[in-house]
């Protein structure tokens, strides 16, 4: 769920915080990076956990890369890039429901297991994120946010994304409500 991760979390981060010197970049690490972590774990460990949503899809996870952020840089443009990460994650675990599965989103402190997917093998589980319409709904609206991004700061111009690419900053105006 790449587009769903990065465009809801791109768009209710930007509508929340209004940045518009916000890096991007680091806003889509975090909201990939529980599943970049728990995805290879969750296949390699299936027979074992049942899952790919494991210790990256956590509460502590997501606490303890904002500790880190915090402990190691000071206030600044720095601690404001990186606390993205954080931030982004955080989106994940909201954009995952994960307060539907309180013994891995609050893992450990509910105990020592994670939630099971409900499906005996990952083959399954495949299976039903190919083919769920509601996942597909999910990845369309995503990546019609970040085509929106796309067109609105002119990406298209070499000079744009070299820029994007250079800062993680967007000329699309934040809209008001």
């Known amino acids: 769920m790449l587009f769903w991760h990065v465009g809801a979390s791109t ?5 929340a915080f209004r940045d518009p010197a916000m890096d991007l970049r680091f806003l889509a690490l975090g909201a990939i990076l529980p599943d970049v972590i728990d995805l290879p774990l969750g296949v390699a460990l299936w027979d074992r956990f049942e899952s790919v949503r494991l210790g990256a899809h956590t509460m502590l996870f997501a606490a303890g890369a904002l500790m880190v952020v915090l402990i190691v840089t000071r206030r600044g443009a720095r601690r404001k890039r990186w606390i993205l990460i954080a931030v982004g994650a955080l989106a994940h675990l909201a954009l995952d429901a994960m307060w539907t599965s ?8 509910l105990g020592t297991e994670f939630t099971a997917s409900g499906f005996a093998t990952y083959g399954e589980y495949l299976r039903d994120l190919l083919t769920n319409p509601i996942i597909w709904l999910g990845e369309v609206a995503g990546a019609g946010y970040l085509a929106y991004l796309w067109i609105r700061s002119g990406l298209g111009d070499a000079s744009e994304r070299t820029d994007f690419l250079r800062t993680g900053r967007i000329s699309a105006p934040i809209e008001r409500s």
């Open 11 to 15: 768009a209710f981060i930007r509508y």
């Open 102 to 109: 309180p013994a891995t989103l609050w893992w450990p402190f």
